[in-house]
């Protein structure tokens, strides 16, 4: 049985079309450790009657109401006006707060402006939450066994306080099991052909939820367990064993994990090298193999061969090829794999030559057709053709997603999905 | 005198700690193009209670409701229901829609699933709106003056929806004085730098207010103005030519514009070409600069040279300078621009090499040590050493923008920042 929590973010900034509170994702998982789940979130602005309305509203769907933001010293922050009207309360200035705030500036060598005395008004019956970060005190207020508390909106402020000021006292009232996450990541894989393989876990864990997240090039799914940590690592490893059947030597890694970090794992691992060679993507495929820390131990290089010569120049590509097939070819895509290995050297060259669009595409070869191929120093060069929706982004990144997977299973050794 | 909206975003996975509605930024984005201003948001599960007491509370704050998602056709779609309990209205199935429903199935020769019918249940005294998109209808429902519209949460078939079926006669309803928006666009500057520079801009329009967004290696100055079309065009032009006054040359773009747009651009209007030599960025800069359809027509391509004999046997480095200045040196970029040129017999070779950290720096050469250079045929190169700040990712992008920022000037004939 999990305890309910209503989160509050204050402030008129918040509303705009530009700008989205992220304290709410921030608490959320904090809460969710504790077995306390967020039944609903809202956004007011800086208007003390809206706040108050909320405020109430909040109390009345959940025990524990975690509010962010206008507890500074400006006209514009309401939050301690608006939680007195809400709940009939009086606001009274404590010399104490007042005194600590005046030291908190003086030890920076500045006298307190006058607007800041706001920030020592007390709710009555309220307690006071120290600020560590900042000089807006916190609030703890209790009202029939419910809890609602006041944080500055300013995130490592707010987060400071929480951490050590709310959540062991929040756990102990309100909190339940404990939840354990753990993410399980796909690469150049369709979120519908996951979901088709993996229903039968599905189907096998009737009591679990599990969640199943895709971005382009990407599928995540999301576990969860409760119970003492023992138990829930125990039903996620069983989770991910399954899940690990369903999808033989497909899920590359989990949690932070990048397609890259593993591709780059697996070469060290093997004291291979990579040089790629790269047309449609640009230098999209480097540009990833990169991003890992200490890639130079594996990574040698790559051609961007945009314009036909350059894949003759540097590559090696024949002029015959290139006329008779054309640049997005099966022959051009293994030509230049080759020509990548053999130039720097490298045990492995991936290439990337397709049309990425919205132009250059025709009825043979329409947009999103796509040619990779994988050449290994004593084996025979691997080729794949792909015909890609979506836009010139959305084309390019899958591109670059299925040449390094391509690259991950063979490097794993894995079977082909 | 605006009018006030109020949004509710449903679904339970938008209450978890990694996902967040986004279809109330761009319903935002829309409602403040026809004057009317958003008071609150907020999100709740798919549980028909919480979801029929937000209806009523937010219906009790603002005139204008809309909500996202819950009518899809499964089990956990409750926002008919939630609406019908609401408000106190009877659902009833509307024949002409299951009909059109069927049809929808059929003409993708498929069969529709007996769970679909309950996207064909009507709320009594409400309209239908079509979705083209997709199956879930919406619904639009009046009461007292008030407007409450209910919308699929799936973005593509949300955006259609409002557009065309819900936008024009609510602005018309409930509009005011629409505002104009223009966003201007700096790059490779820091966010304070803008700053101090276009204070006094900001005190000639005191009654105006500016927002300042930074992103890695990109500030971008948000300008809105209101009034008839003509009067804000007016004002935002008069503003943005103060803009540039105190930014002169530095202003690459606006709106929708991106870096390697204003590039591509410029290459193309004085014909001419680039090659690039890329080592700590691994094919980003080349990545960037093939993001804009078409730019087969002005880049030829780039060397991703990783390894150190890549920079001498591609781009034709001397061992002497890369033994005696080391790879991350002034006399290295300068000779990789040059050599990225001459081998793609570009115009214009731009190289970037530097320490992208965490590991590799010195006390003489620390991480975030980056030489950019620019050869261009018949000038001198130029060259510039950057000290940047942050993680690998922020240095290797901060790096990517300013080389192609180091371009967009001397193709502008901009003065130097």
């Given at each position: ?13 918040l ?71 809400a ?39 309220s ?6 970060r ?19 909106g ?23 099991a ?52 023992e ?39 093997g ?147």
């Open positions: 049985m999990t305890s309910r929590a209503a989160l509050i973010a204050i402030g008129s900034e509303l705009g079309p530009r700008r989205q509170d992220t304290n709410a994702l921030w608490l959320t998982e904090q809460l969710e450790s504790v077995g306390i789940e967020v039944v609903r979130k809202a956004c007011v602005g800086d208007d003390e009657q809206e706040i108050a309305l909320e405020l109430s509203f909040a109390l009345a769907r959940a025990p524990l109401v975690l509010a962010t933001g206008g507890l500074g010293p400006t006209g514009d922050d309401r939050t301690r006006e608006a939680a007195a009207r709940f009939g309360l009086r606001l009274t200035r404590d010399e104490l707060i007042l005194q600590a705030l005046r030291q908190r500036f003086a030890r920076r060598g500045l006298e307190m402006p006058s607007v800041n005395e706001k920030q020592a008004l007390v709710l009555e019956g307690r006071v939450i120290e600020n560590r900042g000089s807006a005190p916190g609030v703890w207020l209790e009202r029939d066994g419910a809890l609602i508390v006041l944080l500055p300013v995130p490592v402020e707010m987060r400071e306080m929480f951490e050590h000021r709310v959540l062991p006292e929040a756990a102990q009232r309100f909190g339940a404990r939840r354990y996450r753990r993410i399980l990541k796909i690469a150049a894989m369709g979120e519908s052909a996951v979901e088709e393989r993996v229903a039968p876990v599905y189907a096998r864990w009737p009591e679990h939820s599990f969640t199943i997240l895709s971005s382009v090039g990407e599928v995540q799914l999301h576990l969860s367990a409760s119970g003492t940590e138990e829930a690592h125990r039903t996620l490893d069983a989770q991910s064993r399954d899940f690990e059947e369903a999808l033989p030597g497909l899920i590359f890694g989990r949690d932070e994990d990048t397609l890259e970090k593993a591709v780059g794992g697996l070469l060290r691992a004291g291979k090298t990579l040089a790629v060679a790269e047309s449609c993507t640009g230098g999209l495929v480097g540009g990833r193999v990169t991003e890992v820390p200490g890639s130079s131990d594996y990574f040698l290089g790559g051609l961007i061969s945009y314009a036909d010569f350059a894949k003759e120049k540097f590559l090696g590509v024949s002029r015959e090829l290139l006329i008779l097939h054309g640049a997005v070819s099966e022959e051009v895509s293994r030509a230049m794999a080759e020509g990548a290995a053999r130039g720097f050297g490298a045990d492995f060259g991936l290439a990337v030559t397709g049309i990425a669009g919205p132009g250059g595409g025709s009825a043979e070869k329409p947009v999103g057709t796509v040619w990779i191929a994988l050449s290994q120093k004593g084996k025979e060069t691997e080729s794949r053709r792909l015909r890609l929706p979506g836009d010139r982004r959305s084309v390019r990144t899958w591109a670059g997603a299925t040449a390094l997977e391509m690259l991950r299973r063979r490097l794993a050794g894995a079977a082909h999905a």
